[in-house]
């Protein structure tokens, strides 16, 4: 399989079935360090169980998956004097029957470069490609740095949601 930033190729869907896709962004309102409520994205708001439930899988994630957690190759971790546990998030990209081409994100990590995807449903193929390498993300998450690895999504079959965490740069606020 190869991939360029020019194409990409397409995940094939069963015969006359819609496939629905798309993506949101909920955030963490209890790290977000906003004290502004209407900044939240509309998802919160559509969505409160949903948010709640995928800042605590995060937790429950780092929880029992240990320090570190599995990384892509070429991925920087903290120095070794820091802390190798990963810290919770403040916003997860919720992605239903994405297929992301070659990009890397926008913004850099407030104290943490780490992005951590884990795929869900009822799918074959849709791996994450992380500067040329397959990772399978099925029900196993993985950390990379998405601000400087380009990454993109493998063609799938099936029903493929992927929950990704990130904390993105914020700017201070004038006092």
């Known amino acids: 399989l190869t991939a360029s930033k020019k194409s990409s190729p397409v995940s094939a869907f069963p015969e006359n079935n819609t ?4 993506s949101f962004t909920v955030v963490n309102a209890g790290i977000w360090h906003d004290d502004n409520d209407a900044s939240l994205p509309l998802a919160n708001a559509l969505f409160p169980e949903l948010t709640k439930s995928v800042f605590d899988l995060e937790k429950e994630i780092i ?5 570190p957690l599995p990384a892509a190759e070429g991925m920087e971790r ?15 990209a919720v ?15 407030l104290g943490q470069s780490k992005s951590m995807i884990l795929g869900l449903g009822n799918y074959t193929g849709g791996e994450v490609f992380v500067e040329g390498k397959p990772y399978n993300i099925r029900y196993s998450p993985l950390e990379f740095d998405g601000w400087n690895q380009l990454h993109w999504t493998a063609p799938f079959n099936g029903e493929r949601y992927s ?10 606020k004038d006092s």
């Not at 496939?19 to 798309?22: A, D, L, N, V």
Request: aromatic share 6%; charged share 15%.
């Open 63 to 67: 929880r029992l998956t240990g320090s």
């Open 95 to 109: 992605n239903r029957n994405a297929q992301f081409t070659p990009h890397v994100d926008s913004g850099r990590g």
């Open 78 to 92: 903290q120095s070794a004097k820091s802390s190798l546990r990963r810290v919770p998030s403040t916003h997860c």
């Open 19 to 22: 496939i629905s896709s798309g």
């Open 163 to 172: 929950l990704v965490w990130f904390t993105p740069e914020v700017s201070q």
